[in-house]
């Protein structure tokens, strides 16, 4: 189960260690720090936007009645990198937030993204490697996870909307953001360096207020309580991308940094029985600290399926305040944090409901039918033989993670198959 507080001084440490030799050493451009081959980020009037140094100077005017945001506290962050975040801002205590080593941006979100073709893709990635799918407006995209695990964001523009597509290694979540807000304004991300409960805190490069990754909440600066539009996203293997999308488009490697794609700087983290590297509020030991759960949050009801439970049924008819869900596993996917990579399956969440009909879904010889009419669908949750064929189900939010970080953000979460 997760470590208490007593010990987790000495699990941040040797956290600390692990991510330093594993980030910074690689994330570092010709031994500095601070990447240099980032494409300058321009805010949406094109005006650029400088990213946080601790030389950078704040314009600031004493006030000696400003109360000291940090009084108190002892920080385990260094604000000194960020000069025009409002720290008197803020929806968490800073106590929560720890330094994961790397500085502001030393893990360099990909800016410009640049993509290829299944076929150019398919010369380097082997069948069963996770890739994050995403599709928008149309337009599919695979961002496969040897690349997200050394950047972590992606700020991209798919079927001509903004979105940000983000890999937290620590937490194994992929997550996909509409990065336009309410009110118009177009953010891009980078990492701050900092983590809270083992999770990526990102930050914007307009306002410079940070956000978790993990909820798609602006939890200090200007923008705090501000939250992302989640959206709909899956990991699935190569394979089943190339099979589905064979004239998709592939993140490339060309990313203006020079890493070991296809080299895990995480090996062994993702051991089932282990606890996380850096401090993480509560404990809740209804499963193993890194237990793969795919999660969904339908209105206030939060519910997960561990991999375990979906391993041995394959399929899970649900209903969440009062909406018919559909829950498919399928094996063939590997870790994407193994060097070799355990295999552990691969999940897709969707409405059961299709024009007014109520399917309920079977898993026969490894194929997935539905009741009603006998068509088979795969993974994506497309009709691919039968009466249904070419139909496809509505996707739900969700996300892999470990469910040792699920459990921290959503304490009150109902565990099936337990």
């Not at 150019?120 to 996770?130: A, F, V, Y």
């Not at 995403?134 to 001509?160: C, K, S, T, W």
């Amino acid at each position: 189960m997760v470590l208490s507080r007593s010990v987790k001084t000495s699990i941040f440490l040797a956290g600390l260690g692990l991510v330093l030799a594993a980030c910074t050493s690689v994330v570092t451009d010709e031994l500095d720090p601070t990447p240099t081959n980032v494409p300058t980020p321009t805010d949406v009037d094109g005006d650029e936007i400088l990213t946080p140094t601790p030389e950078d100077t704040s314009d600031e005017v004493d006030d000696p009645d400003r109360k000291d945001p940090f009084e108190g506290i002892r920080l385990r962050f260094n604000p000194a990198y960020w000069p025009n975040t409002d720290f008197n801002k803020h929806s968490v205590d800073y106590s929560e937030i720890f330094s994961g080593g790397p500085p502001p941006d030393g893990i360099p979100a990909i800016d410009s993204p640049e993509f290829e073709s299944v076929e150019e893709s398919d010369r380097w990635l082997q069948e069963d490697w996770p890739v994050m799918f995403f599709e928008l407006n149309g337009e599919a995209r695979a961002y496969p996870l040897v690349i997200l695990i050394y950047h972590e964001i992606v700020n991209d523009v798919v079927g001509d909307e903004p979105v940000a597509l983000t890999f937290c290694p620590l937490c194994n979540s992929t997550i996909a953001f509409d990065r336009t807000l309410d009110d118009g304004r177009v953010l891009d991300f980078g990492t701050t360096g900092n983590l809270r409960n083992s999770d990526l805190v990102m930050y914007d490069r307009q306002t410079q207020s940070w956000w978790q990754q993990f909820t798609g909440e602006a939890i200090v600066g200007e923008l705090t309580g501000t939250s992302l539009t989640i959206l709909p996203s899956q990991i699935i293997a190569w394979s089943d991308f190339k099979e589905s999308f064979p004239d998709g488009s592939v993140l490339s490697r060309n990313t203006g940094h020079f890493r070991p794609y296809g080299q895990n700087p995480y090996s062994g983290y993702d051991t089932i029985d282990s606890n996380p590297f850096f401090p993480v509020e509560g404990e809740d030991d209804r499963l193993l600290p890194k237990e793969r759960v795919v999660a969904i949050e339908l209105d206030d009801q939060e519910v997960a399926y561990p991999f375990s439970f979906l391993g041995e049924v394959q399929v899970v008819n649900d209903v969440i305040e009062e909406t018919p869900i559909v829950v498919f596993w399928k094996g063939g996917t590997v870790s994407g944090l193994g060097n070799e990579g355990q295999e552990i399956g691969s999940t897709g969440v969707f409405e059961r409901d299709l024009d007014g009909q109520e399917l309920t879904f079977v898993i026969q010889d490894g194929e997935f039918f539905d009741e009603q009419t006998g068509s088979t669908w795969n993974i994506l949750g497309e009709s691919i033989e039968g009466p249904l064929t070419g139909q496809s189900l509505e996707r739900v939010v969700s996300a892999e993670h470990f469910w040792f970080a699920w459990a921290a953000f959503k304490p009150d979460t109902i565990v099936r198959g337990l």
